[in-house]
């Protein structure tokens, strides 16, 4: 479809939308409960259609699919119809003495018309997901999928068109003008997932309507790996979370800090576990069914070169860094001897690349953080609740986890998202809720009970004893 037309389609859908969205405001909770009912039962009666898509862009393992792009979208429904009129309810607030005589509450309406544009490296859950919160929040959405996931975007679209009518959700597939053509309409709130270079051209785009913004960007996540911990249940948490996805992970380990005194223990642990996830049979990893493949040429291409740069600048090879190009194979790769002069220790690696870098103190890998971006995750692993402390009060990151990877993004309860660099707003289950969401503050007056005619110009004598009086006591 010439990108006139997908303008002109746009347009008219942009419209319908920001219409229906003004009665969307009175919308029940049982009505978005029935929204979200349909979408969960959609999924459920799709689930091999999913797995093929996705698995088709880039060869994601079929278990993977069920847990970090279904199980995760379908437990996101699952606690937004469990919880979404408690979270709708008017919230009242205590009356302050200075108001006595007023009631106050918040009262949660709709934002409007949202824009979603979701990435390519989990299609199917950070497309959804947002949508699962719009709904809850009596949103309607234009959903931009990625156009390097072609085979998901298009599953994405076909359920959204058997679900909803244009006026509620639609899908537009597309390449950079698409993206660009929907930046340019007046939204009431835009929830992108992507990196902190294109976050910021959003963030411009958004600016020129006043538009609120989700953010859910990236950088550089480290772990920190204390002497004083199991190492072989570190080095499993730490191969699992950096090389699911073939390390295409907004929240994966992107670079490990590792106390100097167990480096090399370390690096070990994490060879053999690499082994049993991998490649427990001695075939290759190439040849495992369970490791996925990078999305495309041109990503391939860009991580190819980070491994190049780094082993020309002194880097070594600890374990991997085979490249099977035909295949889109980039095999598991550990990286020791990194200096700061290196691309990898610069830029987000999004891929299965792994530098490590040792430490001696816990207040040196402290200030290496500190002189940084702040992440989207950090990874604290320790048995000393002393170094877990020092590192949550002295660092600043979107997310921490101690002893573990990446699993908070499966707690509902938590809000998800960065600080800074690596986003800005939060996400998943209430925190969703509220980011398409306006808080509307809501007081009511009793006629003629509070509001002092003595407060009134002219400021006369009793007036001013008033005012006197509430600078003294309040």
């Given at each position: 479809?010439?990108?006139?037309?997908?303008?002109?389609?746009?347009?008219?859908?942009?419209?319908?939308?920001?219409?229906?969205?003004?009665?969307?405001?009175?919308?029940?909770?049982?009505?978005?409960?029935?929204?979200?009912?349909?979408?969960?039962?959609?999924?459920?009666?799709?689930?091999?259609?999913?797995?093929?898509?996705?698995?088709?862009?880039?060869?994601?393992?079929?278990?993977?699919?069920?847990?970090?792009?279904?199980?995760?979208?379908?437990?996101?429904?699952?606690?937004?119809?469990?919880?979404?009129?408690?979270?709708?309810?008017?919230?009242?607030?205590?009356?302050?003495?200075?108001?006595?005589?007023?009631?106050?509450?918040?009262?949660?309406?709709?934002?409007?018309?949202?824009?979603?544009?979701?990435?390519?490296?989990?299609?199917?859950?950070?497309?959804?997901?947002?949508?699962?919160?719009?709904?809850?929040?009596?949103?309607?959405?234009?959903?931009?999928?990625?156009?390097?996931?072609?085979?998901?975007?298009?599953?994405?679209?076909?359920?959204?068109?058997?679900?909803?009518?244009?006026?509620?959700?639609?899908?537009?597939?597309?390449?950079?003008?698409?993206?660009?053509?929907?930046?340019?309409?007046?939204?009431?709130?835009?929830?992108?997932?992507?990196?902190?270079?294109?976050?910021?051209?959003?963030?411009?785009?958004?600016?020129?309507?006043?538009?609120?913004?989700?953010?859910?960007?990236?950088?550089?996540?480290?772990?920190?790996?204390?002497?004083?911990?199991?190492?072989?249940?570190?080095?499993?948490?730490?191969?699992?979370?950096?090389?699911?996805?073939?390390?295409?992970?907004?929240?994966?380990?992107?670079?490990?800090?590792?106390?100097?005194?167990?480096?090399?223990?370390?690096?070990?642990?994490?060879?053999?576990?690499?082994?049993?996830?991998?490649?427990?049979?001695?075939?290759?990893?190439?040849?495992?069914?369970?490791?996925?493949?990078?999305?495309?040429?041109?990503?391939?291409?860009?991580?190819?070169?980070?491994?190049?740069?780094?082993?020309?600048?002194?880097?070594?090879?600890?374990?991997?860094?085979?490249?099977?190009?035909?295949?889109?194979?980039?095999?598991?790769?550990?990286?020791?001897?990194?200096?700061?002069?290196?691309?990898?220790s610069q830029e987000e690696i999004f891929g299965p690349i792994l530098?490590?870098?040792?430490?001696?103190?816990?207040?040196?890998?402290?200030?290496?953080?500190?002189?940084?971006?702040?992440?989207?995750?950090?990874?604290?692993?320790?048995?000393?609740?002393?170094?877990?402390?020092?590192?949550?009060?002295?660092?600043?990151?979107?997310?921490?986890?101690?002893?573990?990877?990446?699993?908070?993004?499966?707690?509902?309860?938590?809000?998800?998202?960065?600080?800074?660099?690596?986003?800005?707003?939060?996400?998943?289950?209430?925190?969703?809720?509220?980011?398409?969401?306006?808080?509307?503050?809501?007081?009511?007056?009793?006629?003629?009970?509070?509001?002092?005619?003595?407060?009134?110009?002219?400021?006369?004598?009793?007036?001013?004893?008033?005012?006197?009086?509430?600078?003294?006591?309040?």
């Amino acid at each position: 479809m010439p990108n006139l037309e997908i303008n002109q389609l746009i347009d008219h859908t942009f419209s319908l939308q920001k219409s229906k969205s003004i009665s969307l405001r009175e919308s029940s909770s049982q009505h978005r409960i029935k929204q979200l009912e349909n979408l969960s039962g959609w999924i459920k009666n799709h689930h091999e259609d999913i797995r093929k898509a996705i698995h088709a862009d880039f060869k994601k393992p079929y278990p993977e699919i069920d847990i970090t792009e279904i199980f995760v979208v379908t437990s996101e429904i699952k606690n937004a119809i469990k919880n979404l009129q408690d979270w709708m309810k008017p919230k009242k607030v205590s009356t302050p003495l200075t108001l006595l005589g007023t009631s106050s509450y918040i009262q949660y309406e709709p934002k409007g018309t949202s824009l979603i544009i979701a990435p390519w490296n989990y299609p199917f859950n950070l497309a959804i997901g947002p949508l699962i919160s719009a709904l809850a929040a009596g949103c309607n959405a234009i959903i931009k999928p990625s156009e390097m996931t072609p085979h998901a975007s298009a599953l994405i679209r076909r359920m959204i068109e058997e679900l909803f009518e244009p006026d509620t959700v639609a899908v537009f597939e597309g390449d950079l003008e698409v993206s660009q053509h929907l930046l340019s309409k007046p939204f009431d709130h835009i929830f992108f997932t992507g990196s902190p270079s294109v976050g910021k051209i959003i963030m411009k785009a958004a600016a020129e309507n006043l538009t609120s913004v989700t953010l859910e960007l990236g950088g550089k996540s480290p772990a920190i790996i204390d002497k004083d911990i199991d190492l072989q249940d570190a080095a499993a948490k730490v191969a699992w979370g950096k090389f699911v996805n073939c390390g295409q992970t907004c929240i994966a380990p992107d670079y490990i800090l590792v106390h100097s005194d167990v480096q090399s223990e370390f690096v070990n642990a994490l060879r053999n576990e690499l082994h049993k996830m991998y490649d427990p049979h001695k075939k290759g990893i190439e040849n495992s069914s369970d490791y996925a493949r990078i999305v495309n040429d041109k990503h391939l291409n860009r991580l190819s070169y980070l491994l190049s740069d780094a082993i020309s600048k002194g880097a070594k090879i600890d374990f991997g860094g085979r490249i099977l190009p035909k295949d889109n194979y980039f095999e598991p790769t550990l990286l020791t001897a990194i200096t700061e002069n290196m691309d990898v220790s610069q830029e987000e690696i999004f891929g299965p690349i792994l530098p490590i870098i040792a430490y001696n103190k816990t207040d040196d890998a402290i200030s290496y953080l500190n002189s940084r971006p702040k992440p989207l995750a950090l990874y604290a692993f320790s048995n000393n609740q002393e170094v877990i402390d020092s590192i949550l009060l002295q660092t600043s990151s979107g997310g921490v986890v101690a002893n573990d990877c990446v699993i908070h993004f499966l707690h509902h309860d938590l809000p998800f998202g960065g600080v800074n660099n690596s986003g800005i707003g939060k996400a998943h289950g209430h925190h969703g809720f509220l980011a398409f969401s306006n808080e509307k503050a809501i007081l009511k007056q009793r006629k003629g009970l509070t509001s002092s005619k003595s407060l009134y110009p002219p400021y006369g004598f009793a007036g001013k004893k008033i005012t006197e009086a509430l600078l003294k006591w309040f």
